[in-house]
């Protein structure tokens, strides 16, 4: 299997600017996750889905940031407006159980 | 939230020593994992070990559920083991500890 494939790799936008991150999973994975990573607070989960139904979004940082998942294959990760402050290293993982297995990241920078 | 900790917060190692990193946390949990970070970003899952003890090649990882704790054994270091190690807890929703950082020196 691939793994967990994140794109894109590397965003740089403007402030105000909408990001939207994309993610899909390893097939047969039924939990899908979404982290963000910074100096200041470390690795902090953002949202997860179970059979692509959000289950707890309660780190999402606030009404900017929205995830969806139309379908197994696919997530994203939009935020809008985009802020300087959400600049950092953004994780999707999926599972097929309790097991976590995370994609490559995509590095955000918002100037 | 579960508190995770993790011990010591740096580590410097010389090439072919042993090391132990430990992992605190806070309340019962259904999963606990570790995971390497290396120096190009990667999160590297490790181990899977709620309980008991498991090896793979150099590493090998104990946690004691009814301590609340876990230990990551390093064995023989190489410099292809220096990045960052995460112990995270929970059960779907996953706590991470702030980190190990390792630094093995040829």
Known sequence: DAGVIQSPRHEVTEMGQEVTLRCKPISGHDYLFWYRQTMMRGLELLIYFNNNVPIDDSGMPEDRFSAKMPNASFSTLKIQPSEPRDSAVYFCASGGGYEQYFGPGTRLTVT | ?106
């Open chain 2, 1 to 106: 939230g579960i508190q995770v900790e993790q011990s010591p917060p740096d580590l410097i190692l010389q090439e072919g020593a042993n090391s132990t990193l430990r992992c605190n946390f806070s309340d019962s949990v259904n999963n606990l994992q570790w995971f390497h970070q290396n120096p190009w970003g990667q999160l590297i899952n490790l181990f899977y070990i709620p309980s008991g003890t498991k090896q793979n090649g150099r590493l090998s990882a104990t946690t004691v559920a009814t301590e609340r704790y876990s230990l990551l054994y390093i064995s023989s270091s190489q410099t292809t083991d220096s990045g960052v190690y995460f112990c995270a807890v929970g059960a779907y929703k996953l706590s991470f500890g702030a980190g190990t950082t390792v630094t093995v020196r040829a």
